[in-house]
Nanobody
Framework: VQLQASGGGLVQAGGSLRLSCAASGRTLSTYAMYWFRQAPGKEREFVAAINWNGGTTRYADSVKGRFTISRDDAKNTAYLQMNYLKPEDTAVYYC?????????????????WGQGTLVTVSS
């Protein structure tokens, strides 16, 4: 599976962006999907996750109520809708796929990773 993340860009604080993670080579329908981010000088951190059928989601406390993870298996794509963005959301965002949903997602050890997409939030 190859994952391609896209949708990053420059946005003002309070604005919105939607990231996409498109898969090729294999269906994502049996995988849990994850979003992580890494800010300059910081460790990669978990942002959001969704299980294989979309029935269960997980969010980092820092993004709860602002970000929404979703998936469209017909398009073999996962999404991260980011609203009310803050400057501290600035980071490179990565998507990942794993064969099950981890309750406390660590920053590594996933089946597949996409390349990052840069999100910059200006104040």
């Amino acid at each position: 599976v190859q994952l391609q993340a896209s949708g990053g860009g420059l946005v003002q604080a309070g604005g919105s962006l939607r990231l996409s993670c498109a898969a090729s080579g294999r269906t994502l329908s049996t995988y849990a999907m994850y979003w992580f981010r890494q800010a300059p000088g910081k460790e990669r951190e978990f942002v959001a996750a969704i299980n294989w059928n979309g029935g269960t989601t997980r969010y980092a406390d820092s993004v709860k109520g602002r970000f929404t993870i979703s998936r469209d298996d017909a398009k073999n794509t996962a999404y991260l809708q980011m609203n009310y963005l803050k400057p501290e959301d600035t980071a490179v965002y990565y998507c990942a796929a794993h064969n099950f949903l981890r309750l406390t997602p660590p920053p590594s050890g996933y089946d597949y990773w996409g390349q990052g997409t840069l999100v910059t939030v200006s104040s």
